[in-house]
């Protein structure tokens, strides 16, 4: 019989310092967070000055950058004692989780404002139009609902199944953008906890231990940033494909076909998952079962996707065209992107005209290429991967080789690998990442006006990282996760998982 968590180890340890963190974020986000312009508290004093005064402005922006410099000493804390001396177990983590979610649940939005293009989407909706062919720019009142210019002739990038829920949230929100922001939220809440279950699903059908995997692929920042803070429906993507690979491992192929399409329907982004349910779902270790496997699971997701894209009245066909639109902006996150506009501006220095849009898109181009070749590869030789790796890893050839690349995108794939273990080296380069990922988050938030404390941007930005960097290597046992020495440990199965053995078979069949 399981134990019942010692609160008082987990809360006062792990839990409390943790939500401190989150509770100066959410505080800081009164400040720097994203309001609607219709949004009548914005006139009340308090709001006014964390807003608009220098020493407001100040104020709101340290309590983030401190608030976010707690949580990952929070969470790098967690990351030693479990990895290291195995102290926490699954449940205890789960409710670290939700204590440390809990004071987020009240912040503005924050890191982002795509929730309010969700919410402009849906009246989209409700007012005949398509996403799919016009921005909310359509629709009276986009710019005061708190919808980022940048996006407001964009069609949407996301699926039909998104496109429900923002419709129903928009009717049941009314005019209330701000309201909206918290039902996405809490979407994106409960999101989090199946994603937390699922990766421990995970973990333990790939003989990792849960708790370790949740820490990494759930608790880290960078989920409750994103995902919490910010409110991306990656959060719902991430989570039906982690929950459709346990249901996978467990031959329930129908049930995670669908959850799969569920994620599809979301972000279409996830059908690069598809064909990883296909190779699980094969029971006999020949080309020709795994090929009969990849038609019937197309199949499933095809009619499900067009019965979906149906009842949201946005045509059959209307989610394609959602592949396309993240690349109509420039990221220097990008690979891609960043040696298109690399190599057209020394073009442009050397006097040969300026070619950076050509450039881009010709780097765009061979990272396509690059991208179809790397999924064609980990499809047809998945080399004694399980199918969970073998997503994550074409989920992680996705963000490589994107034309547009964002920080929470990171998170398509940390969790999938924190489930299926990593070597030491690997898991030490997956923190560095999450730490520097955060770091790049908080000095954007420090930079959502134009000022700090009347210094420049950039130097908001050196403050967040000198921050932050003193909660990174603020002990040895720290410095342990980053840097890496004979104590650290990796994340590895006891036992070779069954499923894994069965994609070894599949590779010396064929």
């Known amino acids: 019989m399981t134990k019942p968590p010692r609160t008082t180890r987990w809360f006062g340890s792990y839990g409390l310092p943790g939500a401190l963190g989150t509770t100066f974020i959410t505080l800081g986000s009164f400040g720097v967070g994203w309001f609607p312009l219709a949004f009548k508290p914005l006139r009340w004093p308090f709001l006014e000055y964390l807003q608009t005064q220098t020493l407001g402005l100040a104020l709101s922006r340290s309590l983030v950058v401190v608030g976010a410099a707690l949580l990952l000493q929070a969470w790098l804390i967690v990351g030693v004692d479990t990895l290291h001396d195995k102290k926490l177990n699954e449940r205890e983590m789960f409710s670290i ?6 004071p987020l649940m009240f912040a503005a939005p924050l890191f982002s404002r795509d929730v309010y293009s969700y919410f402009m989407q849906g009246h989209m909706q409700l007012q005949g139009h398509n996403p799919y062919l016009t921005g909310v720019s359509v629709v009276p009142g986009w710019f005061s609902s708190g919808v980022d210019p940048m996006w407001a002739e964009s069609k949407t990038p996301y699926g039909p199944a998104f496109l429900l829920i923002e419709r129903i949230v928009a009717f049941f929100c009314g005019q209330s953008a701000f309201l909206s922001a918290f039902v996405f939220r809490t979407i994106g809440a409960l999101s989090v906890l199946l994603l937390a279950k ?26 409750l940033m994103h995902f919490i803070a910010g409110s991306h429906n990656d959060s719902l993507m991430i989570a039906l494909i982690a929950a459709a690979f346990v249901l996978a491992i467990d031959q329930k192929v129908f049930a995670a076909v669908i959850l799969t399409t569920m994620a599809i329907a979301v972000k279409p982004v996830a059908i690069v998952v598809l064909p990883f349910i296909a190779i699980q779902a094969t029971k006999q270790a020949t080309r020709k079962a795994r090929f009969t496997s990849f038609f019937v699971v197309a199949l499933i997701a095809t009619i499900g996707m067009v019965t979906l894209s ?63 070749a790397s999924l064609v590869a ?6 004694g991967r399980s199918a969970t790796r073998g997503a994550a890893y074409a989920l992680g050839a996705v963000i490589v080789f994107s034309p547009a690349v964002q920080p929470w995108y990171l998170l398509w794939t940390i969790p999938l690998l924190a489930a299926t273990g990593l070597k030491s080296h690997h898991l030490r380069w997956i923190v560095v990442s999450i730490c520097a990922f ?19 941007d950039g130097l908001a930005m050196i403050l967040a990282a000198f921050t932050l960097g003193i909660a990174i290597f603020a002990s040895k046992r720290q410095r342990v996760l980053i840097m890496g020495d004979s104590e650290a440990k990796p994340l590895l199965p006891a036992t070779i998982p069954d499923h894994v053995i069965a994609s070894e078979q599949l590779v010396s069949t064929n």
Do not use: C, K, Y
């Not at 949740?214 to 880290?220: D, I, Q, R, S, Y």
């Not at 209307?318 to 690399?342: F, M």
């Not at 955060?438 to 420049?456: M, P, Q, R």
């Open 97 to 102: 989780l939700m204590t440390w979610i809990a």
């Open 198 to 223: 699922s990766v421990a699903g995970l973990a333990r059908r790939h003989g990792i231990d849960p708790a370790s995997a949740m820490w990494l692929g759930v608790l880290n920042p960078l989920v």
């Open 310 to 372: 149906l009842i949201a009245h946005v045509g059959p066909l209307g989610w394609i065209s959602a592949l396309s639109t993240p690349g109509t902006v420039r990221s220097w996150l990008s690979p891609a992107t960043a040696l298109g506009i690399t190599a057209g501006t020394l073009f442009s220095h050397i006097g040969l005209g300026d070619h950076v849009a050509s450039t881009i898109s010709l780097f765009r181009i061979l990272g396509f290429i690059a991208l179809l």
């Open 378 to 383: 980990l499809v047809l030789r998945p080399q």
């Open 438 to 456: 955060t770091v790049h988050g908080i000095a954007n938030a420090s930079a959502t006006a134009d000022t700090f404390l009347e210094f420049s």
